[in-house]
């Protein structure tokens, strides 16, 4: 009879094997009590974050620690200034980037994205142009948040989307800034709504992080609904 951890592993591996974007025939799976390690190696930088992202959707899963290496094959392996003038080039002319805002250095096929942008969806953006270019081994990415300059200021912007919201209550949430984080306490009815909470919080100017403190605590049924 499999333990759980043998369960869970086989159910990893059975979902990078089931990502046709993912070689995953030298990539080695190990479980313990939710956690996943990945190891081995992948012959792209698109594949090594694929891996990660496919062994988080499995059920059971709580953690995943990445320790795979990206082996380039001869075929796919550049100069780093060709890399570092294809990055250039991208970032300069994306339209979800003010220009100029970031900047990209390749040493050893390993790029690190610096800059200051205001949103954190701008970091994610230009994080996942960097993952396109061809003869990426790793991205360190160091690009800032612009901080708010008034943490009220942008603690009232969060509420009042928040209220614009047609799919969630937001009387029971209440947020807070320091810097660049804003925490979530209260209430809310269901996880699609700490969901929806947790975007609207994330996409206001200068919030870097979200601390998610909310309860979920289901509404009750309706009379009407039990007949």
């Known amino acids: 009879m ?65 320790e795979l290496d990206v082996h380039l094959p001869a075929s796919s392996r550049r100069d780093d200034t060709d890399i570092a003038e294809e ?20 040493r050893k096929g390993s790029v690190t994205l610096e800059g ?6 701008q970091r994610e953006a230009a994080e996942r142009m960097a993952r396109h270019a061809a003869g990426i081994t790793q991205i360190s990415n160091r ?13 009232k912007d969060i509420r009042a989307a928040l209220h614009r919201r047609a799919n969630l209550d937001a009387n029971g949430v209440h947020v ?6 804003a925490t979530l306490t209260g209430t809310v009815s269901s996880l699609a709504e700490d969901r929806a909470v947790w975007w609207a919080a994330s996409a206001a100017p200068g919030i870097e992080r979200v601390v998610d403190q909310l309860t979920v605590l289901p509404a009750p049924a309706l009379a009407g609904s039990l007949r």
């Open 176 to 181: 807070s800034v320091q810097g660049n984080v």
């Open 87 to 106: 990055l250039s080039h991208t970032l300069a002319h994306s339209i979800s980037l003010p220009v100029g805002s970031v900047k990209a250095t390749v």
């Open 116 to 121: 200051t942008v205001t949103w954190s969806s």
């Open 2 to 66: 499999k333990t759980a951890n043998a369960t869970l592993q086989d159910l990893v591996t059975a979902e990078l094997r089931w990502d046709p974007s993912i070689d995953a025939a030298n990539i080695g799976v190990t479980a313990h009590d939710g956690a996943i390690t990945l190891s081995g190696h992948v012959a792209n930088y698109w594949q090594f974050v694929a891996a990660e992202q496919a062994a988080k959707r499995v059920r059971g899963v709580v953690a995943v620690a990445s």
């Open 143 to 155: 690009i800032t948040i612009k901080a708010a300059t008034s943490a009220h200021d942008v603690e």
